[in-house]
């Protein structure tokens, strides 16, 4: 048997900040979860999201640094339409998190943003800019 692919983790430095930008995204993530040190959700389609703070990683992974330079993988939200682009790029970027690229119409056809989650991970909204 092949592997599954199963689930993405984030190392994240404050977990109540991350969850509160994913959170705002649209997921499902229990309230009473701020405080874990690792914190999961299962998303549409059976695929895992789970969150670690450094410091847990830290206690099996001694050695663990958060990576340095740019991120070089990133998560896309697919929202609605080019209006629900707009509105999660407003509210996020209102809320004080870093707006990377800020919506615009896409030369392959969406609306398209870029934010960054309170780890400087990329996260992209999208939406098909027609309904064709």
């Known amino acids: 048997m092949a592997p599954h692919f199963d689930l993405i983790g984030l190392v994240v430095s404050d977990m109540a900040r991350s969850l509160d930008f994913y959170r705002r995204l649209g997921l499902d993530i229990p309230p009473d979860a ?33 990576p340095t330079g740019s991120p070089r993988a990133g998560l896309a939200f697919r929202c609605a ?29 969406q609306r ?5 989650d309170p780890d400087g991970n990329g996260v992209d909204l999208y939406a098909p800019l027609s309904a064709g």
Not at 81 to 107: C, I, M, Q, S
Request: hydrophobic share 40%; aromatic share 14%.
């Open 34 to 66: 701020d405080t874990e040190d690792h914190v999961e959700v299962t998303l549409p389609g059976g695929l895992r999201l789970a969150w670690d703070e450094a410091g847990m990683v830290r206690t099996f992974h001694p050695g663990w640094r958060p």
């Open 81 to 109: 339409d080019a209006a629900e682009v707009d509105r999660y790029w407003t509210e996020l970027t209102g809320a004080g998190f870093h707006g990377e690229l800020a919506p615009w119409d896409a030369f392959w056809g």
């Open 112 to 116: 398209y943003a870029t934010l960054h």
